[in-house]
Each structure stands twice: as C-alpha cells, then as structure tokens.
C-alpha cells in the first residue's frame, strides 16, 4: 500500500447551494459512513440525550453537540478552510465537550483534524503542526497556541463568529478525517492518517441495542491526541451511555466517581489500574456497579488483571490490542488466570505473527506480530519511507514480537526496540517486569537494557516501592533469583518515586535508561 499520503479529498464534492440555512439540514441513512454524520443520525434519534459530561460538571446533549459544530463548521468555511486541510486542535481532559464539539467541525468542514494534548509542550506541538502543514490552530480555554504560519483561534472566538451564509462541503467515508500522533516512545512521533470509513468502522448507526447497553455512562480519564481518546470520542457517537471524563485522574477521585455515578463501563490504561490497585481504593469505595472494565494502549501484567478481577467483583475485565496505526483491528481478551499472558484473539480483523520476510509462523514460533484492518487502512502522512516498514500488503507490523497459541491467541514477548539482548541471550522486558510486579513491595516497575562492557547490554530496572520505607533491594533481588535465569536478573535496580509516562501511560523507557545510566 502507498503509505504516504499528503492529503485526500478523494470523493469531496460541493452540496448545490443551500436552501434555508436557518434549518439546519437533517440526516441522510447513509450520514452514518461519517464521524459528523454519526453525530447527525444520533442528534436526530436521540437529541436530548447526554453525549458527554466531565466531572467539573460541564456537558453536551446530541442536539447541542451538532448545533455546535455546524455552527463552527460555517465559521471555519468563511475563514477560508478547505477540503483537506489540517486543523489542530489542541485541548486538555478539562475541554472535552468542547473537544467533541470542534474535531465534528472540522470534519463537517471538509477538513482533516489533528488532535494534540494541550499537555504536550509548545515546542514539541510546533513540530508536529509543521509536520501536517496545519492551517490553523483551535485551542481549548487552557490550551497553549504556538506560533506559526497558522491562523490561531480560541474556542470562545470562533462561537462569537458567524452567521455565515456558507455551504459545507460534502464528505464520505474515503475522505481523510484525522491525524494522529503517535506518542513517540520508541523515535519520533508519526502522523497516522486515517479516513471516516476507517474512524467509524464497526458503529452500527441504526441499531436498536447500542453498545455497553448495561451502562449509563462509561468513564475514561484519555488524553486528547491519542488513539484511546480517540476510541472513547467514537464511543460517545455510538455507544448507547454517555461518556464521562474525568478530568483529573487520581486513583481516589475516579473510584469516588464510579461510586457516586453507578458507572457501568470503565476504560483505564495498565498504569491506571495499578494505580487504582495500589491505592487500595476498592478497600474505601463500592465498585460494585461496574460491569465492565476495559483496558488498553499496553499488555495487562497477569498479577494486575488478577487484581482487578478482586477489586471489581462484577466486572468482566478485558484488556484490547491495538495501536495507532493498526486501528479499528485489535485482539481482545476477558481476563482468564487460565492463559494469563493471553491478550487474547482478533475481535476485529485479523492477527498474524510472521518471519522477516512477512510469511506466517506455526503456532508457537515467536516472531514480528501483524494486525490487519477489516477497513480502509491507515497509513503514514508524508512519510512513505517509513510507511512501507510498517505497512505491508494490508497487513500493520506492530513492532512487538509475540506468538500465537495452538488456539489462535496472542501471547506478547515485547517490544521489538525493548527486547535486551545480553551477550548469547535476548530478555524479555515485559516477563521481568510481570515477575517484579507479583512482589507485594514493588508497586510499578520498568525494564531497560543498559549498556555492559562485556556482554554489551544487562538488565536494569527501575521500581517504584509500595513502601519506600520498607523496601529492601536485596530481598528483592533474592526473590527474583528463585523466578527468574541468571541473565534476566537486573544488575542495577533504580528506586523512583513515580515513573515517568507519557500522555498515553505508557513508561518512559528511554528516559528510565537515561536515569538509569546516571
């Protein structure tokens, strides 16, 4: 596949003038191949409904989420946007009705939006706007507005603008709706483009029993700019509950709202629910009410999901495998102590692990593992060198090595940048870390591979204590000696206070080498 993509205004074409713009027009059935158009179908079903509320208290109903974005979707035409061109949008966790609103009208408008974390800094934001060759910028309340050769606007000046007597454009599902940034962990963060068709595939517009039915509202604490987000704003647009944020996550105020909402779906990432764990919050709050406990953006560690399955005892626990790149594909998994590294099987599309050259490997071989999309693909934007060592004949290449089971589930080994290669042996950072994360003193960990004057690389770690007080480095290291070779044991254990991760939660890992090389 071409996995460099400039921009796509494939199938973009212009509606005959309106007719009376004081009505807005209603949805079309087909409305539903569209992120705006989703939007459209549910205003129009279900228009007093709540979409999205935060803990702050701020909300959107389907009705004034569509009123919004087209009224900001006439603004952004009368400004000059285009078919095609980048919109950044750039909001925190406080901003997402707001968010909501304004990435609807930016794609109403025939643009392509580019969501970013108002919590990444100016200068790395700068970046990635040169990168997409954004022609403005939109900022929540909070949100930083770098300098460039974009026009700049807040949230409340594009609300005062208008009315414009303008004609939006009209969009379908091959048309570009996003770019998204990876969170660089691993290099440089990349430009995912992807279309409607893509973003919307799997919703079911039209059903009468929507998704997490069991729930009134689910709750996330997801960054904006990332592929979990992301998920979450197509949840909102499709799912039958209201999406609630909290816009602050710490481990005591979002156990207090799953008390205090009864909410039935809870979305986390690996970090959050150790956090959640390590608080003790089960001990102090009621989570009884939750049914359904997803997490995602990394492998749950078997002693966490074991955990979890104890502090939400009516939770069915599932942990989804995806990334930017390979969405909607992913494996999923309901916790099962059965398979305990299991992430589990292709829920949608399809998963394969294959040699270098691409061709699958018998069950049981580790090698590179592929998600393949049931929908347009993803790809790359304006970087086809790159593109074409990611995706392959419809296929993604993940960047993990794993295997597959004699029963088609995927088990993980690592990440192919993390593995440690130790003079004649290659260590396996996740299955150190899910060893050092069953001791009881040892409340998150991180492994790396250090350099080693003899063997080239060694192990080392970094942990943050249950109880900095109590933790004895020497007792861990004999508990280790007993579940772990010789050539896995970290040589260098770094205590830490809190690991560094980024937006998405995932460990800082280049970072925690640097400290650990300090």
Known sequence: MASSIQHSRVGTRFDAPAQARD??????????????????LRAAAQPDRTAISTDT??????????????SVARALVARGVRPGDRVALVFGLRDWPDYAVHYCAVTRAGAVAVPVSDGRPA????????????????AGAAGELPAG?????????LAADGPFPVDLPTIGPDDAAQVLYTSGTTGKPMGVLATHGNVVHGTRPAARHRPLK????????FAVGTNAGQTMLVNA??????????TRFTPARFARLIEQRSVGSVFVVPAMAAELLNAGVQQRHDLSCVRLLGSTAAALPPSVATALTEAFPNATVVNYYTSTEAAPAQTAMVFDPA???ALGLAARGSVMVADPDGRPLPPGETGDVHLRSPAAQRAYYGDGAAGARVFRAGWVRMGDVGYLDRDGYLHLVDRESDVIKSGAYKVSTLQVEAVLLEHPAVADAAVVGVPHPVLGMSVGAAVVPADTAAFDPAELRTYLAGRLAAHEIPGRILTLDVLPRNEAGKPLKRVVRELLAG
């Not at 949805?27 to 992120?35: I, S």
């Not at 208290?57 to 087209?70: D, K, P, Y």
Request: glycine share 12%; with cysteine; proline share 9%.
């Open 23 to 40: 009505a807005p027009p209603g949805p079309d059935p087909a409305d539903g191949r569209t992120v705006h158009g989703l939007l459209d």
């Open 57 to 70: 208290g701020t909300g959107l109903t389907f009705a004034q989420w569509r009123e919004r974005s087209l």
């Open 123 to 138: 200068e790395a934001t700068g970046g990635l706007l040169e990168h997409c060759g954004a022609v403005g910028v939109i």
């Open 149 to 157: 050769p974009w026009w700049t606007a807040r949230t409340a000046d």
């Open 214 to 221: 069991h729930s009134e509202e689910f709750l996330h604490a």
């Open 237 to 246: 647009l499709d799912a039958h509950p209201a999406a609630l944020v909290a």
């Open 339 to 341: 398979r305990p590294t």
